[in-house]
């Protein structure tokens, strides 16, 4: 693969940053802003509707809101107000759609060449062994699993040198033994990436584990935008994203594969045995620890089959409208969330500033929480 | 036999398929991409040909294209003859009564063409005019081949409104239809029979053809 990513190095020659704006109200309703740095994975996150890829297809020119500016190095692309609009096929945007579209007569190196400005056999083979396609050239997109697909698609994008990325839902249609294995691809990959990425998902799970910042639309409106750590603070983001995706993002470093096919990883707030990771050890990943999984002691429990024991001190309480509230914990520098019920966190008399124990099951931990590569650090 | 009147029919086709080919690709797509207040009514004139009877189609053309219209007033100055009862007449009055066979066929065929397919292709940086060249001409194919072969065999085989645009002039107009039905008339059924089944058996070789090259490319696309 080392020469392929090389081959990729010396892509993209000078790396800018990807601004985009929109207010529309009809047909689609749009309001959104935001800036992409080069290098940087942006994930556009809401709910089917929620215009996330309306924005996608704003930026590669397939939509015009009715008052919407597009640069990329501060080169306009699409700006109403000065009646600049770029065709699509003008602006250098690599596009992997959501079900690939790939050229069905076309095999997957000639899928590949299309994009070019010269066509490259080479240069088509070397993109097809950077997305581990290493030999099947030759197929047509109908002889390719959807993973396969999804690969050929990544390929054909960057083989158009894009100055942007953008990735609309490109892991929903494969299955997710795939999508794991795509998810650490993806990563690996994105540290030679100089270009910015954008990426359009439902799944708050995907967008945590890949991107570094996260922006949340709801009715076509970005009603957040910031880290994982910031999203999770903002009340408006929860309700857009539903409760039930509110997670942590903690870095841990695998250890050793212990013979009873668990995994032990360090983590700045202590050890982590996780279900059996294919990750060498040394390898950092970043772990998404839900916060309906997570039960919070005061004293350090004993005797309890939960084996991942993480102690830190509590930053903030915040009620919600129901019967629960949600608990920051500072473990290490990094921050674990509980979602505990409010006559839970009464009877124990949690308090900002006090020390409490954060406890996770092994088994609560699903095999794609989990990503190769540190996450983003919290800009706050 | 009547060898002339072959010849004067596959040349009549062949012009026919040549001048409606660009156009049944371009209109076809157009009107499989676009969509618009009046399509509805566009593409109703576009079928019109196919359920006038070729009489009344031929009579409008008559007057569209004779001697006191504007069009066979300016074809006269220009080129010194009229443009009813002359190949070129007939040419013109084929091409618009085609029309059906030609579009339709191939705007199903562009139909075909999943929208995202030709978002892909603008944002891989080809031009529209490359896209249709090497990503929808090859996939909306069988499309526009059907038109091709439609029009073709249509044209070999049209009687009345050739009969009313050109007469019957051997060498000139009296294509093989019309040199058919002279033959009955004349009570020549052998002759008539000869190039009935002649006729037969180039639309059906024709057609078979087209079947075969068409599941060909359905295979490759497969």
């Known amino acids: 693969m080392a020469p392929a990513v090389m081959a990729l190095d010396a892509m993209a020659p000078e790396a800018m940053a990807l601004e985009a704006m929109a207010q529309a109200t009809a047909p689609i309703p749009l309001d959104f802003a935001f800036r992409v740095e080069p290098g940087e994975l942006l994930a556009l996150v809401g709910h089917s509707g929620s215009g996330k890829t309306t924005v996608l297809r704003t930026i590669a020119g397939l939509w015009r809101p009715t008052v919407a500016r597009v640069s990329i190095g501060g080169r306009g692309w699409l700006d109403t107000a000065k009646g600049v609009d770029l065709a699509a096929h003008r602006r250098r945007v690599g596009v992997v759609f959501q079900n690939y579209a790939l050229f069905p007569h076309l095999s997957a190196a000639r899928n590949v060449m299309a994009a070019m400005d010269t066509p490259d056999p080479a240069g088509a083979a070397r993109l097809l062994d950077l997305v581990n396609l290493h030999g099947l050239g030759d197929r047509r997109p109908a002889q390719l699993s959807g993973g396969q697909q999804q690969r050929v698609a990544l390929a054909r994008a960057l083989a158009r040198q894009p100055d942007a990325l953008l990735l609309d839902e490109p892991f929903s249609a494969v299955d997710r033994a795939t999508r794991e294995k795509l998810y650490s691809e993806i990563l690996a990959l994105r540290a030679h990436l100089k270009m910015p990425v954008v990426l359009v998902t439902h799944d708050m799970n995907e967008a945590q584990l890949l991107a570094d910042r996260l922006v949340v639309m709801d009715k076509g409106r970005m009603v957040c935008t910031g880290t994982t750590a910031?999203?999770?603070?903002?009340?408006?983001?929860?309700r857009a994203m539903g409760i039930r995706e509110v997670a942590a993002l903690l870095p841990a470093t695998v250890v050793s594969h212990l013979p009873d096919g668990l995994t032990l990883l360090e983590t700045p707030a202590g050890a982590l045995f996780l279900p059996l990771l294919e990750a060498a050890p040394g390898t950092v990943v970043r772990v998404r620890i839900m916060a309906h999984d997570v039960i919070l002691s005061r004293a350090r429990p004993e005797g309890l089959s939960a084996q991942n024991i993480l102690a830190g001190r509590i930053t903030r309480i915040v009620a919600g409208q129901g019967p629960a509230v949600m608990v920051h914990i500072d473990a290490g520098g990094h921050e674990i969330l509980a979602r505990i019920t409010r006559r839970a966190a009464e009877t124990m008399g949690l308090q900002v500033a006090d020390q409490v124990h954060a406890i996770l099951k092994s088994m609560s931990v699903a095999r794609d929480h989990i990503a190769a590569g540190a996450p983003a650090q919290g800009g706050d | 036999m009547d060898w002339t009147a072959l010849f004067l029919s596959l040349r009549l086709a062949g012009w026919t398929v040549a001048i409606l080919l660009p156009l049944s690709i371009l209109s076809g797509r157009w009107l499989a991409y676009h969509r618009f207040r009046a399509k509805g009514l566009v593409e109703a004139m576009v079928m019109l040909p196919l359920v006038l009877p070729?009489?009344?189609?031929?009579?409008?053309?008559?007057?569209?294209?004779?001697?006191?219209?504007?069009?066979?007033?300016?074809?006269?100055?220009?080129?010194?003859?009229?443009?009813?009862?002359?190949?070129?007449?007939?040419?013109?009055?084929?091409?618009?009564?085609?029309?059906?066979?030609?579009?339709?066929?191939?705007?199903?065929?562009?139909?075909?063409?999943?929208?995202?397919?030709?978002?892909?292709?603008?944002?891989?940086?080809?031009?529209?005019?490359?896209?249709?060249?090497?990503?929808?001409?090859?996939?909306?194919?069988?499309?526009?081949?059907?038109?091709?072969?439609?029009?073709?065999?249509?044209?070999?085989?049209?009687?009345?409104?050739?009969?009313?645009?050109?007469?019957?002039?051997?060498?000139?107009?009296k294509t093989i239809a019309i040199s058919i039905y002279d033959r009955v008339q004349g009570f020549d059924m052998q002759g008539a029979a000869i190039m009935s089944a002649t006729l037969v058996a180039i639309s059906l070789a024709t057609i078979t053809a087209t079947f075969m090259l068409s599941a060909r490319i359905g295979r490759r696309l497969g």
Not at chain 2, 123 to 149: D, F, Q
């Open chain 2, 54 to 173: 070729p009489t009344v189609f031929g009579f409008y053309m008559l007057l569209a294209f004779g001697r006191n219209s504007p069009v066979g007033d300016m074809w006269l100055r220009l080129f010194g003859h009229q443009l009813v009862f002359t190949f070129e007449g007939l040419l013109v009055a084929s091409v618009i009564f085609n029309l059906p066979f030609a579009i339709q066929p191939a705007q199903r065929g562009f139909e075909a063409v999943p929208v995202e397919v030709r978002e892909a292709a603008a944002c891989c940086g080809l031009s529209p005019w490359r896209s249709l060249w090497k990503i929808e001409l090859p996939l909306a194919w069988p499309g526009v081949l059907t038109a091709m072969v439609l029009v073709f065999s249509h044209t070999l085989g049209e009687f009345g409104v050739i009969l009313m645009m050109g007469g019957s002039i051997p060498g000139v107009t």
């Open chain 1, 230 to 238: 910031q999203v999770m603070a903002d009340p408006t983001a929860l």
